[in-house]
């Protein structure tokens, strides 16, 4: 007997650690095979709503955020890339890189959830991002991203030219940093029990585990 599992999964597009922990919680579900029968919807969370669309360059821009220096900062991205790697997941960010504004790419998560090619999408951003180094808040570079995942790239170039779906983003936005969210990934199941941080698949499976008990008492 399959437990339905309600998994939201509140997120950036440039977040390592959003990475690690779906990578983490993926494989976790496919361990746990039909125990659970799961479905992901990516929340937007933006971990820089104020940046302006040149972006800033990463090491400057955490520096000022997080205070670290930046060796620390280049310490940081070598740990990621490590565990990104044990994942399967290629981390190419360096000292050039730059840190974006991702309101539009929520709005482009937000449609590929009504097309049913949301997760595609999500890992197509990070890929473009984080690996290939690609701009995720230039219209034309998402408009490319979605038609890669089967999305119309008309219909992508025309929704980011507009603001369609942008109060969707704002309230759900609001709605998650209402019920706590502060940072990401935060992994809530069945609108009760949340999880945060790139966790490990252990950590998840044990986690998934305990809340289908409960569900079945």
Not at 143 to 161: N, P, T
């Amino acid at each position: 007997m399959s437990t339905p599992l309600k998994i939201d999964f509140v997120s950036d597009v440039s977040c390592p650690w959003c990475i690690i922990g779906l990578r983490g919680l993926t494989e976790a579900l496919d361990q746990l095979g039909t125990e659970v029968q799961a479905e992901i919807h990516f929340q937007p969370f933006e971990l820089n709503p104020e940046m302006p669309a040149i972006g800033q360059n990463i090491v400057e821009h955490i520096t000022e955020k997080y205070g670290s220096t930046p060796e620390q900062s280049q310490a940081n991205r070598e740990r990621i890339r490590d565990m990104g790697a044990a994942l399967g997941f290629a981390f190419r960010t360096d000292g050039q890189s730059r840190i974006y504004n991702t309101f539009d790419a929520h709005r482009l998560l937000h449609w590929a959830g009504l097309e049913g090619l949301q997760y595609n999408l999500k890992e197509a951003l990070f890929k473009a991002y984080f690996t290939d180094g690609r701009d995720p808040s230039d219209h034309a570079t998402l408009a490319i991203i979605a038609e890669s995942v089967g999305l119309d790239l008309k219909r992508a170039a025309q929704i980011l030219a507009s603001d369609e779906y942008a109060t969707e983003v704002r309230e759900q936005e609001q709605l998650w940093t209402s019920r706590g969210v502060t940072s990401v990934p935060t992994i809530v199941f069945n609108d009760q029990y949340a999880v945060s941080g790139g966790q490990p698949v252990e950590a998840f499976i044990g986690a998934i585990r305990q809340i289908i008990e409960e569900a079945k008492n």
